[in-house]
């Protein structure tokens, strides 16, 4: 029994290494892709329907991501199991869009003024850093939750699921505040 522990300790220590690594490069992939001085060309205007795409898939997520939270209160693991895989891929597929229309599209600036302003600002900065953040916790909360470590997958979850919550709902609302500013 200890031996058996001693190798899932072992094994959980290089997927942890990796999920760090993971966490750290993907911010600061698309903080690079992001601020690059410029854009990648692209050969038609396709990715200006990206944005919209987007906010669909952040939807997706969020009712993935509720949808998770009841079926294990209800005690069913199979489909939490499934919503959440689904959440999950949503996310991946999402910041493979999200990156593309970034790197090759100009931002757009929020036209908004007075107070409203202040609101879409504090929406999007707090989106913007729970997002960068959020790819550890969700990564092994993941893991923990795929390998059927329980224990240690509730406790990650604690933290997980209300930022990866967050970061879903407010997307959809940084969308739908910036999308009549869209010049395409």
């Known amino acids: 029994m200890e031996k058996t522990s001693a190798i899932q300790n072992e094994k959980n220590q290089g997927i942890i290494k990796w999920i760090t690594l993971i966490a750290i490069a993907v911010p600061i992939v698309v903080a690079i892709l992001l601020f690059m001085p410029s854009k990648i060309e692209v050969a ?23 949808l998770g939270v009841i079926f294990i209160k209800k005690g069913n693991i199979p489909l939490h199991g499934a919503s959440m895989t689904s959440a999950f891929g949503l996310g991946a597929i999402f910041l493979v869009s999200y990156v593309i229309y970034h790197a090759t599209a100009e931002s757009t600036t929020y036209g908004g003024e007075g107070f409203i302003r202040s609101v879409y600002y504090f929406i ?19 893991y923990y939750g795929y390998t059927d470590q329980r224990v240690k997958h509730r406790k990650v979850v604690k933290f997980a699921f209300p930022i990866w919550l967050y970061v879903t709902i407010t997307g959809v609302l940084v969308y739908l505040m910036i999308s009549p500013y869209y010049n395409f």
């Open 44 to 66: 038609s205007d396709w990715v200006y329907f990206l944005p919209h795409l987007n906010a669909v898939i952040n939807s997706a997520a969020t009712i993935a991501l509720i």
């Open 124 to 142: 999007l900065v707090t989106h913007i850093i729970f997002a960068a953040v959020a790819l550890f916790p969700i990564l092994l909360a993941y």
